[in-house]
């Protein structure tokens, strides 16, 4: 009997042991380290993200590390080379030379398909920019939204409404022409408008810089908007143009937008000037933020997105704690806190559920200007741009652009040669 | 004397021309914000903005990327200090078959780019657990270096036989004609062993940047790198850190010129 007892004694115990270790290895958290090029004041803000993310995932430690952001590549190729890559690394545009390379793993493939379709469902339709060769390589968890900001005082020292702002092509082109100023020496003083990214305007006139896999760089909707880029260096006189650029170079020195001092009237900008003007503006600097005029044909709330965000390198090590991490940025489940991430850095959400949030609400009320893109982002049907030359085709694209406003030759060649240059790359990377 | 005086100028001017990078860096570093892409530059800023040292230091740990800089390179100078000469006089002064070859083949290494063997070194060292620790910045130093070796092996080559032979006579082993006569004789090349791989370890970007995964290992090349983002560039904060990194380059070259030009003039090296 009193052996019987003592065995079924040592018998619980041994159990009671066994299944406090199970609890002891459950709660042992995995720690995921994540290179980031966020430098400066900005490691700060990214390390308390990091820290309400590890409050509401007890699980799982980031460490983060910050990593010179033009040689990541370097280190990121040795350490995949060694199978000791980090578990998440940042990069903006770029992901499919990376998915090319076999460097990175599609997230389809740590998720199950209903999983993949509910948060597919939460960011529609901006989960597109992220898909290639039908996989998805990440989910953006913030994105950047332009439309056009314009200054109200200048409308009415003009005697232009300051409540109807252009929502058209032709009407932003003579509102401009009506708020350019000129000098005494015959100089532009204050540019009404001019434009500045044929990537993005040449969405708005209803172009494509792809089309699936081909490229199309010398699509009739890109011609037409870079026509347009052209006929403000005619109608400017380009010397002129070219020499209001060069005398901007004061307020890019001090990292001043020229719309905050006044050199410019209405400008294509994105949601984070908003804060910049919040800061540096004058009291009685009074703007209005509008979505982008389109042409007839062209596309209204146009937005174009690069592909890029986290990744998680091939071989990393908790490729499902890392993917944990990529998500609450998503804020699927984490409403409040990505509603808190927003008001830290400026990192647009891209749901609607995130936009309900008290924070975001409050945020909005204090910097009513965010509600434009806010609205956007729900209304828009974003363009992505994923290709293995992504890097190469901006670079010719903007090449091409400077090209354009210089009247350097026809927009018609010169983006028909863009199309040989990055169809040429493209072959090459093919083979 | 007209002849002196055009050398003169012409010197002045060559030296002015290298030393203006350093002007600019200085300058830079002591600019406000607006001043620094002001067109015509602005040569002595007006406030100067001392405060920028402070801001760099604390913008990127600086001070902690410094100790950890010193402690590489320190470690990685006796290691070539301690190696290469040994190598060197192997090679220079004792007669073994095919040595010629094998110093042909230690310095055909210098001919492979760091670029090609980086991946390969860097599984190596990994297989040895040493991914995140500074022993792959450190140790091959301890196994000699190619530069060096060829550098010491010429200026070895030079020792006139004799005095080996004497020492020889005399009862001396070797290794004691290596430390007691050799060595003592090649001390200003010795020294400018010592000041290459001190200017090398210190200024390591690619090295550091592949082997360290934490930051607070980090060194001051990787440290200048983060005053530029994705985003922006801190120009001022970036030339006062730079400043600062260089300076103990600028202060060892000066108490050490004249070892240095000595030692270089010596084993037949210039530049």
């Given at each position: 009997?009193?052996?019987?007892?003592?065995?079924?004694?040592?018998?619980?115990?041994?159990?009671?042991?066994?299944?406090?270790?199970?609890?002891?290895?459950?709660?042992e958290?995995?720690?995921?380290?994540?290179?980031?090029?966020?430098t400066?004041?900005?490691?700060?803000?990214?390390?308390?993200?990091?820290?309400?993310?590890?409050?509401?995932?007890?699980?799982?430690?980031?460490?983060?590390?910050?990593?010179?952001?033009?040689?990541?590549?370097?280190?990121?190729?040795?350490?995949?080379?060694?199978?000791?890559?980090?578990?998440?690394?940042?990069?903006?545009?770029?992901?499919?030379?990376?998915?090319?390379?076999d460097?990175?793993?599609?997230?389809?493939?740590?998720?199950?398909?209903?999983?993949l379709?509910?948060?597919?469902?939460?960011?529609?339709?901006?989960y597109?920019?992220?898909?290639?060769k039908?996989?998805?390589?990440?989910?953006?968890?913030?994105?950047?939204?332009?439309?056009?900001?314009?200054?109200?005082?200048?409308?009415?020292?003009?005697?232009?409404?300051p409540?109807?702002?252009?929502?058209?092509?032709?009407?932003?082109?003579?509102?401009?022409?009506?708020?350019?100023?000129?000098?005494?020496?015959?100089?532009?003083d204050?540019?009404?408008?001019?434009?500045?990214?044929?990537?993005?305007?040449?969405?708005?006139?209803?172009?494509?810089?792809?089309?699936?896999?081909?490229?199309?760089?010398?699509?009739?909707?890109?011609?037409?908007?870079?026509?347009?880029?052209?006929?403000?260096?005619?109608?400017y006189?380009?010397r002129?143009?070219?020499?209001?650029?060069?005398?901007?170079?004061?307020?890019r020195?001090?990292?001043?937008?020229?719309?905050?001092?006044?050199?410019?009237?209405?400008?294509?900008?994105?949601?984070?000037?908003?804060?910049?003007?919040?800061?540096?503006?004058?009291?009685?600097?009074?703007?209005?933020?509008?979505?982008?005029?389109?042409?007839?044909?062209?596309?209204?709330?146009?937005?174009?997105?690069?592909?890029?965000?986290?990744?998680?390198?091939?071989?990393?090590?908790?490729?499902?704690?890392?993917?944990?991490?990529?998500?609450?940025?998503?804020?699927?489940?984490?409403?409040?806190?990505?509603?808190?991430?927003?008001?830290?850095?400026?990192?647009?959400?891209?749901?609607?559920?995130v936009?309900?949030?008290?924070?975001?609400?409050?945020?909005?009320?204090?910097?009513?200007?965010?509600?434009?893109?806010?609205?956007?982002?729900?209304?828009?049907?974003?363009?992505?741009?994923?290709?293995p030359v992504?890097?190469?085709?901006?670079?010719?694209?903007?090449?091409?652009?400077?090209?354009?406003?210089?009247?350097?030759?026809?927009?018609?060649?010169?983006?028909?040669?863009?199309?040989?240059?990055?169809?040429?790359?493209?072959?090459?990377?093919?083979? | 004397?007209?002849?002196?005086?055009v050398?003169?100028?012409?010197?002045?001017?060559?030296?002015l021309?290298?030393?203006?990078?350093?002007?600019?860096?200085?300058?830079?570093?002591?600019?406000?914000?607006?001043?620094?892409?002001?067109?015509?530059?602005?040569?002595?800023?007006?406030?100067?903005?001392?405060?920028?040292?402070?801001?760099?230091?604390?913008?990127?740990?600086?001070?902690?990327?410094?100790?950890?800089?010193?402690?590489?390179?320190?470690?990685?100078?006796?290691?070539?200090?301690?190696?290469?000469?040994?190598?060197?006089?192997?090679?220079?002064?004792?007669?073994?078959?095919?040595?010629?070859?094998?110093?042909?083949?230690?310095?055909?290494?210098?001919?492979?780019?760091?670029?090609?063997?980086?991946?390969?070194?860097?599984?190596?060292?990994?297989?040895?657990?040493?991914?995140?620790?500074?022993?792959?910045?450190?140790?091959?130093?301890?196994?000699?270096?190619?530069?060096?070796?060829f550098?010491?092996?010429?200026?070895f080559?030079?020792?006139p036989?004799?005095?080996?032979?004497?020492?020889?006579?005399?009862?001396?082993?070797?290794?004691?004609?290596?430390?007691?006569?050799?060595?003592?004789?090649?001390?200003?090349?010795?020294?400018?062993?010592?000041?290459?791989?001190?200017?090398?370890?210190?200024?390591?970007?690619?090295?550091?940047?592949?082997?360290?995964?934490?930051?607070?290992?980090?060194?001051?090349?990787?440290?200048?790198?983060?005053?530029?983002?994705?985003?922006?560039?801190?120009?001022?904060?970036?030339?006062?850190?730079?400043?600062?990194?260089?300076?103990?380059?600028?202060?060892?070259?000066?108490?050490?010129?004249?070892?240095?030009?000595q030692?270089?003039?010596?084993?037949?090296?210039?530049?």
């Open positions: 009997m009193q052996l019987r007892k003592r065995v079924l004694t040592l018998c619980v115990l041994a159990l009671v042991v066994a299944l406090c270790q199970g609890a002891v290895l459950a709660q958290p995995v720690t995921i380290t994540l290179w980031h090029g966020w400066g004041a900005w490691t700060q803000v990214i390390n308390d993200i990091v820290e309400m993310f590890e409050a509401s995932h007890p699980h799982i430690k980031v460490k983060p590390l910050v990593v010179p952001y033009d040689e990541r590549d370097t280190k990121l190729m040795a350490a995949i080379a060694a199978g000791d890559p980090p578990d998440i690394i940042y990069t903006m545009g770029n992901i499919v030379s990376y998915a090319a390379r460097a990175i793993v599609p997230l389809d493939k740590l998720m199950t398909p209903d999983e379709q509910v948060y597919k469902d939460y960011q529609y339709p901006l597109q920019a992220n898909e290639y039908g996989h998805i390589w990440s989910f953006h968890g913030f994105v950047d939204a332009f439309a056009l900001y314009y200054n109200k005082n200048h409308f009415r020292e003009v005697g232009l409404d409540d109807a702002p252009p929502t058209d092509i032709a009407t932003l082109d003579a509102y401009a022409e009506k708020l350019t100023t000129m000098n005494a020496a015959g100089q532009i204050r540019a009404g408008f001019l434009p500045d990214d044929l990537w993005h305007w040449a969405d708005v006139f209803g172009g494509s810089w792809l089309d699936g896999d081909k490229i199309t760089a010398a699509h009739p909707g890109n011609i037409a908007a870079a026509e347009w880029f052209a006929s403000y260096s005619r109608k006189d380009v002129k143009i070219v020499a209001f650029d060069s005398s901007l170079a004061t307020e020195a001090q990292a001043l937008d020229p719309f905050i001092s006044e050199k410019f009237s209405m400008q294509r900008m994105g949601q984070w000037k908003i804060l910049d003007i919040d800061r540096y503006a004058p009291e009685d600097f009074d703007y209005g933020v509008v979505p982008l005029p389109a042409p007839p044909g062209g596309r209204k709330n146009s937005m174009i997105v690069p592909s890029g965000y986290g990744l998680i390198p091939k071989n990393a090590k908790h490729p499902e704690a890392a993917l944990e991490y990529l998500l609450y940025w998503v804020g699927k489940g984490h409403e409040e806190d990505r509603a808190k991430i927003f008001t830290l850095g400026g990192w647009f959400p891209l749901s609607d559920e936009t309900k949030e008290p924070i975001y609400q409050d945020y909005i009320q204090r910097y009513p200007h965010f509600q434009v893109f806010s609205d956007l982002l729900r209304k828009t049907d974003p363009t992505g741009f994923a290709t992504e890097l190469f085709y901006i670079d010719r694209i903007n090449n091409a652009r400077d090209r354009i406003r210089l009247l350097q030759g026809d927009p018609k060649a010169i983006l028909e040669r863009v199309n040989s240059e990055v169809t040429a790359e493209l072959d090459k990377l093919n083979k | 004397m007209i002849g002196q005086i050398t003169h100028c012409i010197l002045i001017i060559f030296g021309i290298f030393i203006l990078p350093l002007v600019t860096m200085v300058s830079t570093a002591l600019k406000p914000d607006v001043q620094i892409f002001a067109w015509p530059p602005v040569w002595i800023p007006n406030p100067r903005m001392w405060s920028n040292f402070p801001r760099a230091l604390t913008f990127v740990p600086m001070i902690l990327y410094a100790k950890n800089t010193v402690v590489i390179t320190a470690t990685s100078v006796i290691g070539v200090v301690l190696s290469s000469p040994l190598v060197a006089y192997g090679l220079a002064r004792i007669d073994w078959p095919e040595r010629n070859l094998l110093f042909l083949l230690i310095v055909s290494t210098m001919m492979v780019p760091y670029q090609v063997t980086m991946i390969p070194v860097y599984l190596l060292f990994n297989s040895l657990g040493w991914i995140n620790t500074y022993l792959p910045l450190i140790v091959p130093s301890f196994f000699g270096n190619a530069f060096f070796i550098l010491l092996r010429q200026f080559m030079t020792i036989r004799e005095l080996s032979d004497a020492a020889r006579i005399d009862g001396c082993s070797e290794f004691g004609i290596y430390s007691r006569i050799i060595l003592p004789l090649a001390k200003p090349s010795l020294a400018v062993v010592a000041l290459f791989q001190f200017i090398w370890a210190w200024n390591d970007f690619l090295g550091p940047l592949i082997y360290l995964k934490d930051q607070t290992k980090y060194t001051i090349s990787l440290g200048l790198q983060q005053f530029q983002s994705g985003y922006q560039t801190e120009w001022a904060l970036l030339m006062a850190a730079a400043t600062m990194a260089t300076f103990p380059i600028i202060i060892l070259f000066f108490f050490t010129q004249r070892t240095f030009i030692g270089i003039t010596l084993t037949g090296i210039k530049g």
